[in-house]
């Protein structure tokens, strides 16, 4: 059970390049997550997409653009990558619906920015 | 803005000891969930609390949310070293596609 699948686990980056982190969900879920985890701030959320064809800004969305380009897959890129971005990023997602249904989390991608 | 505030921190103690983490907020949450992730991975789900004062049992663990649903606590009573990790709590918000994390209570737990 494949559920939702990060890539690249790990990459280092140098200032100012770009990259774009890669998400894929196999259940079927309507919407999906960023998030990135820093020591001892939790999870801070980056962008959503409620459902296919739709995004919106979470709490940390500045540095970051995503695009939802099915309803399988959400992409994270960073245009032009600064060391504050280091961090590690989760994908998450959800069925949808009633507020109270999980999170599927994938297993991050470790980035660090040089 | 819906902020969760978790306590302690960090917290190590000795396997066969209790222990309790609180997660505690100024809003109110339609519902609460406990996650738990272990180093390299994601978070995983343990249990969802809705009602005001329920109480959820896993195993050793007992999850209660607050009558005003304002907070939660999590309890484990004689820890063993599989319960390291990191435990989060989560509120949905006033958008309910949406999850307030709070900031995790670090677990290790010495045999």
């Known amino acids: 059970n494949a559920g939702v699948t990060q890539t690249p686990k790990f990459q280092v980056l140098k200032t100012g390049q770009s990259m774009t982190l890669q998400c894929a969900q196999d259940?079927?879920?309507?919407?999906m997550y960023w998030y990135r985890q820093d020591p001892g701030m939790g999870l801070r959320l980056i962008y959503y997409s409620a459902s296919e064809g739709t995004t919106d800004k979470g709490e940390v969305p500045n540095g970051y653009n995503v695009s939802r380009l099915n309803k399988r897959e959400f992409s994270l890129r960073l245009e032009s990558a600064a060391p504050s971005q280091t961090s590690v990023y989760f994908c998450?997602?959800?069925?949808?619906?009633?507020?109270?249904?999980?999170?599927?989390f994938g297993d991050g991608t470790r980035l660090s920015i040089l | 803005t819906q902020l969760l505030e978790q306590s302690p921190q960090f917290l190590s103690i000795q396997e066969g000891e209790n222990l309790t983490v609180y997660c505690n907020s100024s809003?109110?949450?339609?519902?609460l969930q406990w996650y738990r992730q272990e180093p390299g991975e994601g978070p995983v789900l343990l249990v969802t609390?809705?009602?005001?004062?329920e109480v959820k049992k896993l195993k050793r663990l007992t999850f209660q949310f607050g009558d005003a649903r304002k907070d939660s606590s999590l309890h484990i009573t004689a820890a063993q070293p599989g319960d390291t990790g990191l435990y989060l709590c989560a509120g949905v918000g006033d958008s309910s596609y949406k999850l307030i994390f709070g900031s995790g209570t670090r677990l290790l737990v010495r045999p």
């Open positions: 609390v809705v009602t005001g004062g």
């Open positions: 998450a997602s959800r069925s949808g619906g009633a507020g109270n249904q999980p999170q599927h």
């Open positions: 259940m079927n879920h309507n919407s």
């Open positions: 809003s109110v949450f339609s519902s």
